[in-house]
């Protein structure tokens, strides 16, 4: 006998008694478990990675954003390969850690590099962990060079390429994912068919499978699988209300902040002067446009373009301006005819919020762009940050109190003389959190 009649007569033999049958679909039952469990760990294997990949863009973007950006040299230096360009991973961690103390170690790049950038220092980030700062630098490696793959497509003007490089691997873990469960599928299908072949064999009476729409078991799942989901769901619309991340209205008049407080580096408190001294950062008013625009009618500057791809007519727009403020060139202006702009407020807080200008500028030192992002970038304004409770306690966490020749902090004695005994450490210093920043009522009437 050949070895193929062999194999064919042990596996019918094997098929042929209950036993060995019974046997059979226990190991196959067990089988289709492990696969189904193997299916639900790699989903979440996944879900993983993907959340960390996320955290370390969150974290970049609420800690460097504002400074930093990652191929291209902005308020401080481009951040890609800037591994490669520290000695050691330890000097890196200290700098962002506390610049200020790192440059006391002589190190010649750092002092280099805080010399190259106008002796400004750097933020200084305390409370960031090895792997939160480790989850930074991996985005930042993450990120494709201009001119390479999608971002070649979201340089050339194609506003999916960027969304496509970062959603690919969202994208290959869902088709994993869905093909693992269409195996898992199919073998519970093939179990019920051998068991249905079982009882045919033992001379059991066939049992009328339920149908899949009647099915207590299939109806409980789904119904929980939805209930999860739509949970998920609404609670995420719950936390979002209110919020107005990336809001970019059109305004009465297009204003460019880049054209404005970057190409002509006007000051941002010219135009806000509230800033410094009130709650509220106030909106110029037409007198304030025409203390400039009496005698600069005409804008022969680069090209601008709105969100739309759209040229906008500089000189088309000052002549805008004319018109609410009542002035014709050539002619002595009566600002008594001046009419309000009607700007469009972007950045709105609760009433129950309360949030003062002064204290986060001039007391904390804060810079426009923390909360801002690059305002002396951008054309048309959007709101940078989504101004939630979390962000704004996150921040309070992590920011250190400008303590040094800052009289607005002179009441905390005690700090005061722990940092200059030593008893805190200086590198740490203090942070908005250690002064009450993250109590209720400093934010909540």
Same mark, same amino acid.
């Given at each position: ?36 469990? $193997? %299916?639900? +760990?790699?989903? !979440?294997?996944?879900?993983? #990675?993907?959340?960390?990949? =996320?955290?370390? &863009?969150?974290l970049f973007t609420t800690n460097c954003a504002s400074c930093h950006q990652v191929h291209k040299a902005s308020t401080g230096p481009a951040l890609a390969g800037v ?16 610049? $200020? %103390?790192? +440059?006391?170690? !002589?190190?010649?790049?750092? #002092?280099?590099?805080?010399? =190259?950038?106008? &002796? ?42 960027? %969304? ?102 006007i000051n941002c408190q010219y135009c806000h002067t509230g800033v410094y001294q009130g709650k509220q950062a106030t909106i110029p008013s037409v007198n304030v446009c ?11 500057g680069e090209k601008m373009y709105n969100e739309a791809g759209e040229e906008v007519n500089g000189t088309a727009e000052i002549q805008k301006l004319y018109k609410y ?121």
């Amino acid at each position: 006998m050949s070895a193929s009649c062999h194999i064919f007569a042990a596996v019918h033999g094997y098929f042929s008694t209950p036993r060995t049958t019974f046997v059979y679909m226990i190991s196959f039952r067990r089988i289709t478990k492990t696969c189904l469990l $193997s %299916a639900l +760990l790699f989903l !979440g294997f996944s879900t993983v #990675n993907t959340v960390s990949a =996320q955290d370390g &863009k969150a974290l970049f973007t609420t800690n460097c954003a504002s400074c930093h950006q990652v191929h291209k040299a902005s308020t401080g230096p481009a951040l890609a390969g800037v591994e490669d360009r520290w000695p050691n991973k330890a000097n890196l961690y200290s700098w962002i850690r506390n610049s $200020s %103390a790192f +440059l006391k170690t !002589g190190d010649k790049y750092a #002092n280099d590099l805080y010399v =190259q950038y106008n &002796k400004v220092a750097m933020n200084q980030f305390p409370n960031l962990t090895d792997d939160e700062i480790g989850a930074i630098l991996k985005y930042i490696n993450s990120v494709p060079a201009p001119g390479t793959g999608a971002a070649a497509g979201a340089a050339a003007g194609d506003p999916n390429a960027a %969304a496509a490089s970062e959603s690919d691997n969202t994208l290959l873990f869902g088709i994993l994912t869905l093909i693992l469960a269409v195996v898992a599928l199919i073998l519970l299908q093939v179990n019920a068919n051998l068991k249905k072949l079982a009882d045919e064999r033992e001379g059991h009476a066939a049992v009328e499978p339920v149908p899949f729409w009647r099915n207590k078991s299939y109806i409980a799942m789904i119904t929980v699988v939805l209930f999860v989901v739509g949970g998920y769901l609404t609670s995420k619309g719950a936390m979002g209300l209110g919020r107005s991340k990336d809001y970019q209205p059109e305004q009465p008049i297009y204003y460019s902040h880049k054209v404005h407080a970057g190409i002509n580096q006007i000051n941002c408190q010219y135009c806000h002067t509230g800033v410094y001294q009130g709650k509220q950062a106030t909106i110029p008013s037409v007198n304030v446009c025409m203390n400039c625009h009496m005698s600069i009618n005409e804008y022969n500057g680069e090209k601008m373009y709105n969100e739309a791809g759209e040229e906008v007519n500089g000189t088309a727009e000052i002549q805008k301006l004319y018109k609410y403020a009542g002035f014709e060139p050539g002619k002595p202006w009566d600002p008594s005819k001046a009419k309000p702009i009607e700007w469009v407020r972007i950045h709105n807080l609760p009433d129950h919020v309360y949030f003062n200008h002064s204290q986060h500028v001039k007391a904390g030192q804060v810079a426009c762009q923390t909360c801002h992002g690059e305002i002396q970038k951008m054309g048309e304004v959007k709101q940078f940050s989504d101004l939630s409770m979390g962000w704004c306690i996150n921040c309070h966490r992590e920011t250190q109190v400008q303590f040094k020749d800052n009289g607005f902090y002179s009441i905390y004695e005690k700090y005061h003389q722990d940092l200059k005994s030593g008893k805190m450490d200086s590198t740490k210093g203090v942070t908005v959190e250690a002064i009450g920043g993250t109590e209720c009522q400093k934010c909540h009437y």
